[in-house]
């Protein structure tokens, strides 16, 4: 079972709609959880961080996490064509000092 | 505030050299990480320091290896190099575990 597991896309939404990324993990010992949007040719860039089960709200963007399903999602309202990206969701497994990234979901906003 | 700082930007060597990539957390920082970025692979953890000790590593062969120094300043090396290690290799720092961690610019390695 693979550590961190997004959908890989890509996913397609219309300009001003909702945009919703969804990723799993295994490690049920896991305590914080990230979102980077990362561009092509460019560094992943962190977006929004959760440590709590519930919702976190920061502009257009939403993360939620359900640490009994092992499940973290970032809604993106309002999507523009800006938010073309690859959306990478990054877990803390415990104490092992090591930050484990999905995949990623491409996403292609269209005007 | 300046942000984490990866050098050279871009580097081409040929198969069996080696090279050392370095990388300058953000003020106060005590973890850095680096990772590995391909298309294929995604991004895969290669080892986290802090305060000067590996306190991680992953899943790669003994030619890549890394250090920090008193200043939170990292280097990743790697020796004998394939044409399989072309990739973005990308360089983290968090103020300590379990925190956010903000990454460089990377640095882009063509092995030729």
């Known amino acids: 079972q693979k550590e961190v597991e997004q959908n890989s896309g890509p996913l397609s939404v219309p300009e001003g709609a909702i945009a919703s990324l969804n990723c799993t993990y295994s490690?049920?010992?896991?305590?914080?959880f990230f979102w980077y949007r990362q561009y092509s040719g460019k560094s992943p860039e962190l977006i929004m961080f959760?440590?709590?089960?519930g919702d976190k709200e920061d502009g257009r963007f939403t993360a939620q996490l359900n640490k009994a399903s092992q499940y973290v999602s970032l809604l993106i309202r309002d999507s523009q064509p800006s938010d073309s990206a690859t959306y990478l969701c990054a877990v803390n497994q415990g104490s092992n000092y090591k930050l484990t990234f999905g995949k990623g979901t491409l996403l292609t906003v269209n005007p | 505030k300046a942000g984490v700082t990866q050098t050279p930007r871009y580097l081409i060597k040929t198969r069996g050299q080696q090279v050392t990539l370095s990388c300058s957390p953000i003020?106060?920082?005590?973890?850095v990480s680096w990772y590995q970025q391909t298309p294929g692979q995604g991004l895969q953890f290669l080892f986290e320091?802090?305060?000067?000790?590996?306190?991680n590593k992953g899943n790669f062969p003994g030619r890549f290896s890394g250090r920090q120094f008193s200043n939170s300043r990292s280097e990743m090396n790697v020796s004998t190099l394939e044409l399989g290690d072309s990739a973005l290799y990308l360089c983290?720092?968090?103020?300590?575990?379990?925190?956010?961690?903000?990454f460089g610019q990377g640095t882009r390695l063509t092995v030729v």
């Open positions: 983290a720092s968090r103020r300590v575990e379990n925190t956010e961690a903000f």
């Open positions: 490690d049920r010992g896991s305590q914080s």
């Open positions: 959760i440590y709590s089960n």
């Open positions: 320091y802090f305060s000067e000790t590996q306190r």
């Open positions: 003020s106060g920082h005590r973890s």
